[in-house]
Each structure stands twice: as C-alpha cells, then as structure tokens.
T-cell receptor, first 114, second 117 residues
Framework: DTAVSQTPKYLVTQMGNDKSIKCEQN?????MYWYKQDSKKFLKIMFS???????INETVPNRFSPKSPDKAHLNLHINSLELGDSAVYFC?????????????FGPGTRLTVL | AQKITQTQPGMFVQEKEAVTLDCTYD???????LFWYKQPSSGEMIFLIY??????QNATEGRYSLNFQKARKSANLVISASQLGDSAMYFC??????????????FGKGTLLTVNP
C-alpha cells in the first residue's frame, strides 16, 4: 500500500493554463506539506497544513492555492502557470507537527510548463 | 530562522568503504530535529535517520550513523560499507522551534554521492 500518493506523476502544460495536483496519505497523519524542488534540486517548503488548517504559507504567489478537504488529502491548484513554475512538487505528511516526526514523501509530480 | 549547509556538492567513494557527508546547521532554538534523506535518480525521497537536539547518543540505523556534534552544530552522515545502490543525492534537513516553525523541513542543497565499483 502506498503511504503518500500523488497524481499525476508527470504534468506537461502550456503557459497560462490552470492545473491541479492531488495528494493523499493513508497513514492517519495530522500534518501535510507541499515542497517544491527546483532544477538545481533545492527543496523548499511551500505550505503546511495541520488538521486541515493552513499553518505555513512560505511566500508563495497567490496563483498557488492549496486545499485540504480532509486530513488525508492536500491538493494543490495552480492558476496562470508560468515557465518558472516548472519543477518537481512533493507532497509529504507527518504524524503531527512535533519536530521529531519524520516526514513521509510522495513520489513527486514533475511539472513542465512550455 | 533555520539554516542547513552542505559544503560538498559531490563525493566519490569506493564500494565497501565508509564515507562521511558533511552537514552544519544554524538555529537559535534549543529544541530541534535533524534528518537525512536520500534521493536516488528515480526521484523519490527516502528517510534515512533522525537525531533530536536532546538525544544523548548518536543515532544509528543499519549502515547509517549520524555524527552529532552539538557544540559545532554539525550533523554528519556516515555510511559504512558503501554499496553501489548508495549512489544518490543526500539531503540534510531540520525542523526547529515551537509553533509554526515546526511545520516544515529546511533542507540543505544536497550532496551527490557516487559509489565506484
């Protein structure tokens, strides 16, 4: 059973389009995250949610809107895609917010904006 | 704010030898957690090992051990008996503090390890 799953795995789209990435975890975790990995492999937090509540929005443009319909899901919607949005997006989850809890990562979604 | 520094963009090691990947961190919070993740060429992020700031002993997980030197703010990963499958990007990361600060991992830039046969 996949612990953290993301769909789609690959996403190729034109500039200006709107797209969504879905994330689900079946670990019963309270906290979920979105990270962006750029072309130089640098990973940076975008959003954190705890029990469906937004906790961190790390200076992400308004074009990015996360939505957590329940504790097990955290989706990412991106409006008006730009070339600079091309990256790998990772969803992750942890048991809760305490610092000693490892984060389990999904397989990533490679977004290419043409 | 937390910061992780990995100064080795790339490392090479012979199969069956040990290798140390360097990581230094910076935080003013007394409570923090340090993590190492492995990212093979297939792209997934694999958790390797965790060290808490109040842990008295260095963490170990199989062939992985974390050389935690609190005064120097370093958390180096030691891989013993390297295998070809260890070739990957390795990331050091941390969480720190209370409240909102804990709700994220801050990553270093990574070290690309290549194991030679």
């Amino acid at each position: 059973d996949t612990a953290v799953s993301q769909t789609p795995k690959y996403l190729v789209t034109q500039m200006g389009n709107d797209k969504s990435i879905k994330c689900e975890q079946n670990l019963g975790h309270d906290t979920m995250y979105w990270y962006k990995q750029d072309s130089k492999k640098f990973l940076k937090i975008m959003f954190s949610y705890n029990n469906k509540e937004l906790i961190i929005n790390e200076t992400v443009p308004n074009r990015f809107s996360p939505k957590s319909p329940d504790k097990a899901h955290l989706n990412l919607h991106i409006n008006s895609l730009e070339l600079g949005d091309s990256a790998v997006y990772f969803c992750a989850s942890s048991q809760d917010f305490r610092s000693y809890n490892e984060q389990f990562f999904g397989p990533g979604t490679r977004l290419t904006v043409l | 704010a937390q910061k992780i520094t990995q100064t080795q963009p790339g490392m090479f090691v012979q199969e069956k030898e040990a290798v140390t990947l360097d990581c230094t961190y910076d935080t003013s919070d007394p409570s923090y957690g340090l993590f190492w993740y492995k990212q093979p060429s297939s792209g997934e992020m694999i958790f390797l090992i965790y060290q808490g700031s109040y842990d008295q002993q260095n963490a170990t997980e199989g062939r992985y051990s974390l050389n935690f030197q609190k005064a120097r703010k370093s958390a180096n990963l030691v891989i013993s008996a390297s295998q070809l499958g260890d070739s990957a990007m390795y990331f050091c990361a941390m969480t720190a503090g209370g409240g909102g600060s804990n709700y994220k991992l801050t990553f270093g830039k990574g070290t690309l390890l290549t194991v030679n046969p």
